[in-house]
DNA sequence: CAGAAATGTAAGCCCTCACTTACGGTAAGT
DNA sequence: ACTTACCGTAAGTGAGGGCTTACATTTCTG
């Protein structure tokens, strides 16, 4: 298992918290814009049928997943997101994907005698 | 209300629901646990902090989103990653990160103004 | 300096969802 | 056939989180 650890035994890894940030879709929505251009909060929250304090939330678990940076730009703050927010996700699925193709050959090289097979 | 069903971008795509499945700890768990060998439910159930229903509850999810394939044998039901159910997701963040990438780029090259931007 | 504009935070509501126990159904063993 | 084992589903409960309104703070503008 070179994964850490999914379960609840130890603190957030990087990957988890972009995992569960980006689960909800008015955040996935907010990242999508991101992707286009940096913006302050008015204008995400214009082009979201939530109300602009929902948006500054969803900025602060972006943030905290960072996945997404921002900067005061006088009175606005202008968010963008952050270029490798997003390296931990796609290492942590690149490691699955290979994992899961590995299981794959070993099951088909050899079908048997695994640990949950029969154990009689 | 506040918009009951999620979906500012269109019908639930498969990346979204694979986002959703991957975001709760306990289905991480069993993907990775899936990602070393294929194994059945009570197996699985034995290795988590949770009740067997609970898990077979987490792979109809994660079968729903195209996560895992199941294959019965027996009395027993054996599971396994699908190994292109990661695909969506993958192309999905590709996608963004790419889109973040050029983003960036036109950011530094930029020359007119964006309707937020402050004229100076 | 007063007013407006833009944002972050606090308090509270409500709905989703992960979990448990209880039950019904199918396949293997004796 | 009866019993045992394994599994999926139904019903109900509790905690987490997303949303809103109200307020405090900072900065630009006239």
């Not at 035994?9 to 909800?24: M, N, V």
């Not at 969803?58 to 270029?83: D, F």
Request: no cysteine; glycine share 6%; proline share 8%.
């Amino acid at each position: 298992m070179a994964y850490g650890n999914s379960d609840h035994t130890g603190t957030a890894h990087p990957y988890a918290t972009a995992l569960e940030a980006l689960a909800d879709p008015t955040r996935r929505a907010i990242v999508e814009r991101l992707s286009a251009a940096p913006a302050p909060v008015g204008v995400l929250a214009a082009g979201l049928p939530v109300s602009r304090p929902a948006v500054s939330q969803h900025l602060k678990v972006l943030g905290a997943a960072g996945l997404v940076i921002s900067e005061p730009r006088g009175a606005r703050r202008i968010y963008r997101l952050a270029p490798k927010g997003l390296a931990p996700l796609r290492d942590y699925l690149d490691t699955l994907w290979d994992d899961a193709l590995a299981a794959f050959a070993a099951e088909a090289h050899r079908a048997s005698a695994s640990d949950w097979k029969d154990s009689s």
